[in-house]
């Protein structure tokens, strides 16, 4: 079946089944392949994108139900946000093998775009959900700190 | 000699870059140098496609383009333990490189050029990348900066001795010169002798043990990164494979009709480990897989539960084992002391559930293989192919990419994933396929940490120190069956078996170590750090016990017994000191646990801070001190003892594998728990200064958590901990 999905700001035509999961509708047929696959049943994170605003993980995440909403992956991460977590992640040295980080990253900006001001237990608890099997939560933990640190002063100086 | 190698890993996924790698000549020592332009001139090397820039290559891992960038080789797979920012740090500090010139990709695979030197072949693992390349790498950096000095002198006609080279400038008076000006000219040079090199003394340093320079291993926070799950190449298709529920089973027969008539369908059929699915993208595979109907003939099978396997282990270690290590006359100081003190303890299978679930990529051109994935033991993996496709190694090219986490898994014993994604690519002549396992087949795929259990018995004399010290270990060989077991396995015992407890560091006067390795038909393999994820725990938790039972604090006990172990002492006295061990007031509910422990030729300590609350504890804190000798990158090693730590803790805390009648209970992440966010404790890690040779960091880290958490919890309750993962309730 042929579906329209709005994905980093562009209209995308793909023709697959409608319950092909989001994500590998992208990573498959869209080359897109910064989300990544990690577990298949939203346990992991490691595929999450935002739907609407809303981290979502796109492995169940059907085509069909994503059809219609704004869905912006890590190659579309233009938020500022998304750009304070990123420049966060960078000088911290957060990534060790990395493969979890676009999840990592998408969870954390739309946290930042709800929460400007999260507290350690609210980042522990928007980022349970993205596993990490090299161990860098804590500079996760240091790298959304700093993010919102910086939007602060951005905000500050504007 | 000039020989044309085509490019490796990253240039077939950025096709269209060709460069001409002049390389030859090898010294004794593996360091592979000299370039000699034969029949082919630099300007016809420079005629590369789509102007790009070419690289003229001074030695195995170093080249430079005429546009200034320096390119390293990285002989070891970058698979988060920051192996391409260590080793370009030591070529780069040789190199007098500006560091934002270095770009870092893996080598291909070629066993003379990048073997590991402490193995013998190319292979990574056993902590031992910075290890075995810290002298090689500065090295190359050193025989590259030679000959661009060389080149300068000849240009400017003044002495080498006065040319002076930093930060990628070479200079002398007022001229000077950026290494991509004078890379053409130096490329002709010859390559200088190793032994003509002189490398820098510690004192002379500007990179190596400088903090947070930036990583290497770039494009993880934008998604560019490129893993095995990432390579596509033209007409790849995408296999799964139905994998017997039990290990050992096989295909007895199957139907594929309704699984062929699904959407995009390419192909099923049987290899040795299933069946398989060929498809257009992973999604039509995993459905048509769903609608195959399978008979699996068991009769092969290990039907056993892990339960009844660890039961058998319990009745092994009531008797004598092969004896691994002994020292005196321990069974009769056991025997005539008043009081023995023995406990008994049981660690579960371990998957190592990396993030990137297993996969490889492979295209099978008659007699001719290429593959792409994240390759951890290049010879072995070559090997097995070529053997495969009845070809020599030379017909085997792997690219090598980021993997996903590895742990231990991706390098394979038997080269399982590999295997099988050959298996399927040979039936498929020519077209690429890339072969992915679900969740559920990584986690039910094997090759797990062996489950173990231990029986320690102390005598204890009169001063409340240990005279005699014995443990008997029962569990699987992760050696045996391996072409790795001729050399690890001597006289029945396989040292991985046992290494942590044999070898042990503290002042015991006898000692004896006695090993059990039954033959279970569960795949085992390692796991980061290896036996010392079961010995380390069992020792420390020991130690810890004879040290309250004499009423002694569980620091200075050690101490004490660690008298002629200097190392050990250091990390100790220095994790004790910043952790406030003795000297802090703890909060009502709180506790502090210890363990000290070296593997991988660091010794590490590590201090855990637990909060106790009911029958549910949290560990809040951990302080660790590491010697791993010359701190090549401080923030590496940080945060490679900050994720050894999260590693350890979630088999501490949730990790465990369990079979019932021989099939695997777990599958993915919602029964198999690992460590999430919640439960990170804050970490803390101290290096020890030092000038010797650096020496493991990856793993070093994971051993002392679990008993550390361990004993903070013994410290809070006063019970002991002698099974993992640790339950309070």
Known sequence: MSYSLTINGQVRELDVDGDMPLLWAVRDHLELIGTKFGCGIAQCGACTVMVDGQAQRSCMLTVDAAAGSEIITIEGLQSREGQAVQKAWEQGQVAQCGYCQSGQVMSAAALLAQNPTPDDAAIDDAMAGNLCRCGTYGRIREGIRMAAADIRRSEGDA | MMRRVTENACDSLNAGRRSFLKLSASTAAGLVLGIQLGGVSASEARTGEEGTEDLLTFNAFVSISPDNRVRILIKHLEMGQGVYTGLATCVAEELDAAWDQVVCEHAPVNTEKYANLLMGQQATGGSTAMANSYRQMREAGAAARAMLVAAAAERWRVPADEIAVQEGRVSHGSRSATFGDLASAAGQLSAPDADTLTLKGPADFRLIGRDSLPRKDVGKQDGTAVYTQDVKLPGMVTAMVAHPPRFGGRVASFDDTSARQRKGVIDVFEIDSGVAVVAEDYWSALKAREQLEIDWDDSGAEMRGSRQILDEYHQLVETEGVVAESEGDTEAALQQASEVTELTFEFPYLAHAQMEPMNCVARIDGSQAELWYGCQSATRDQQVVAEMIDGSPEDVTIHTVFAGGGFGRRANPHSDYVVEAVNIARRLQGQPVKLVWS?????????????????????????????????????????????????????????????????????????????????????????????????????????????????????????????????????????????????????????LGVAVHTSFGSSVAEIAEVSVDGDQFRVERVVAAIDCGTAVNPDVIRAQVEGAIAYGLSAALGDELTLTDGVVDQDNFHNYRVLRMPDMPVVETHILPSTNAPSGVGEPGTPPIAPAVANALTAATGRTFTRLPLRLG
């Open chain 2, 439 to 591: 969740r559920e087949d990584d986690m039910r795929g094997g090759y797990y940490r062996p489950a173990y259990v231990h029986r320690l018995s102390a005598a204890v004399g009169r001063s409340g120190m240990p005279d005699a010290f014995r443990a008997r270990i029962a569990g699987q060989s992760i050696m045996a069956g391996t072409s790795m077991a001729a050399g690890m396995i001597t006289d029945g015992i396989d040292h991985s078996s046992v290494e942590g407890l044999a070898g042990f560091p503290y002042a015991v006067p006898q000692r004896r170590v006695e090993l059990h390795s039954p033959v279970v038909g569960v795949p085992v393999q390692w796991w980061r750090s290896v036996g010392n994820t079961h010995t380390a725990f069992s020792k420390e938790v020991l130690i810890d016990t004879l040290a309250r039972q004499a009423d002694a604090d569980p620091v200075s006990y050690r101490l004490a017994l660690l008298r002629d172990n200097p190392r050990e002492t250091a990390v100790l006295q220095l994790a004790a000191e910043k952790a406030g061990w003795g000297s802090r007031e703890l909060p009502e509910g709180r506790a």
